[in-house]
């Protein structure tokens, strides 16, 4: 393997040299790849679509975590579905508050070779004793267990395969019943530039279910095209309205020190463009 072109999309590609091939099988579930790049160091993709890389995992997994806990203010349990890299984890983790995580992971070759391979994304959570490891698909997970959570976070892979069944009303509504009271449910939802039927699905979905929800953003670069999307939805329409001035003082008190995510980050990423909000059916911005 020379290079690696990625295979999301059918008129559109990115492509990485690949300067060493680490690992490469054919799991119970999905085809795993794991690479070095001169730019991105290693780099993961299941079934041709990038994963994560070391370069800029960060931005990805401090937003989909720091943003709802900070935003919450009162996190004891949180739920990740997916993250099999242990990224999720290690900035759940970070949380002192947080006294229980369990983390769903339809395939343990992930987990497995993620820490073999890509060691600096879990940095030890696996090890961590508030964490939970189930085997399991996230679907049936979160429509069978009798858990609660303060924050469910999915961090899925795209709607194709394994992770399809993420993207469905049906999940978003179990999810829903896992939720506490004032609970918060973020999920990766692409980049909207190219995946705008997603999204608009999404929200869809959302508005049917949840008394507040909305999209936040971040630019991660591996993932081409623009502005990577996460949905949020919660029966607590003040999480979302959370003030500057609060997540400056939960983000100090926290202790944590970022690479990304700041109170300002936070509070902007509910920005949207007008294209986006006019696909989701909102008139503006409203809290802004």
Same mark, same amino acid.
Not at 141 to 149: A, G, K, M, P, Y
Not at 150 to 157: C, G, Y
Not at 186 to 204: K, L, P, S
């Given at each position: ?30 085809? #795993? ?31 989909? $975590?720091?943003?709802?806990? #900070? ?84 961090? $899925? ?21 896992? #939720? ?107 809290? #802004?």
């Amino acid at each position: 393997m020379r290079n690696f072109s990625e295979t999301l999309y059918d008129a559109y590609a990115q492509e990485f040299r690949v300067d060493e091939l680490l690992h490469e099988v054919k799991t119970d579930h999905q085809h #795993l790849v794991i690479f070095k790049n001169v730019i991105f160091g290693r780099v993961m993709a299941l079934d041709g679509i990038v994963q994560t890389t070391e370069k800029d995992e960060f931005i990805y997994h401090e937003m989909m $975590s720091h943003v709802p806990i #900070l935003a919450h203010g009162n996190v004891e349990s949180v739920l990740i579905v997916g993250g099999g890299d242990g990224g999720m984890l290690r900035e759940v983790c970070r949380h002192d508050t947080v006294r229980r995580v369990t983390q769903v992971e339809i395939d343990q070759a992930v987990i497995d070779m993620c820490r073999r391979y890509l060691p600096g994304h879990s940095a030890g959570a696996y090890d961590d004793p508030r964490a939970e490891i189930v085997i399991d698909d996230g679907i049936h997970f979160v429509r069978e267990t009798q858990q609660r959570f303060d924050v469910i976070i999915s961090d $899925s892979t795209d709607p194709i395969g394994p992770g399809e069944a993420l993207f469905t009303e049906s999940f978003y509504a179990a999810c829903r019943k896992c #939720l506490n009271p004032g609970g918060i449910l973020v999920t990766q939802n692409g980049v909207a530039f190219h995946q705008m039927d997603e999204i608009r699905q999404t929200g869809e979905h959302l508005e049917s279910l949840f008394g507040d929800w909305h999209f936040y953003t971040a630019a991660v670069p591996s993932y081409v095209g623009g502005a990577m999307y996460f949905a949020w939805a919660t029966d607590e329409p003040r999480h979302r309205r959370t003030d500057i001035a609060t997540l400056r003082e939960r983000y100090r008190k926290s202790g944590i020190t970022t690479r990304y995510y700041n109170p300002e980050i936070h509070f902007s990423a509910f920005a949207l463009p007008q294209y986006v909000l006019k696909a989701v059916g909102k008139s503006d911005n409203e809290y #802004l």
